[in-house]
């Protein structure tokens, strides 16, 4: 899986408030997010109603690993974006890890990100709409035997979670609503540093550790917030201002 590299975070004045693609800052100030926890905030920070189910089922004391109907709900909202798989859940990244390891995985794990065509492969795991949820592997049904059985993960996850997958849903049905006509100019004119697929702007070619830092700070100057490793993508929020695309419009232009 992609790990970040937290230390760029650390560039960031202190963070006070994060809603929809914003992050508030201490001193005022405000960046708009193009990181979005490395995805898994693309519906933004407070998606609608998933707060209250994470509310709802914290109130009922659902903090501790048991079966519950939840799970249930949980693999059926699943089955809405990937129809015909199968699924094993874990509670973070170094269980999905292991489970992979016992049941003899060893090519490199398909990623899948939302808003992007479904992925084909045999196994993959996708990037969720929830910070706090589950980690997932997708698998064929075919491969489904040669996996263990996954975690039981504790339904303060799951309800919240399983909101935010019902969320996703209803937005992937929904025509594209991001167009930025600036943004396409600029990545049309200039140098080939980035390139778009859908939402998502990724850079071109190598760059080093260096090299990145200055680019994260250019931005972050900017009122950007850019992933803090340049193997995470850059996503274009649903919504920005006109002010907002011709800023970011002139960032990804001039470099």
Known sequence: ?????????RLLPKV?????????LEGGKRLTDLWLSGGKAVLGHKPPKVLGELKNAAERGLFAPLPHPMEKRFLKALTGIF???SFRLYTDSASMNLALEQAGFSPP??????????ASDAIFYPVLPWPLGPEVLVLDKATEASFPPGEIIPPVLLAPATRALHNLAAEIRKPNSRPYPKIEKALKEQKPLWRCKGIYLTLNGEMSKDEYSSLFRRFLKGGFLIPPSPAEPAILPASMSGGEESKLAELLYAY
């Open 16 to 24: 006070l408030r994060a809603r929809d693609f914003h992050l508030y």
């Open 1 to 9: 899986m992609i790990q970040s590299d937290r230390e760029l975070l």
């Open 83 to 85: 129809p015909g798989r």
């Open 109 to 118: 794990l398909a990623l899948w990100r939302p808003f992007l065509e479904m």
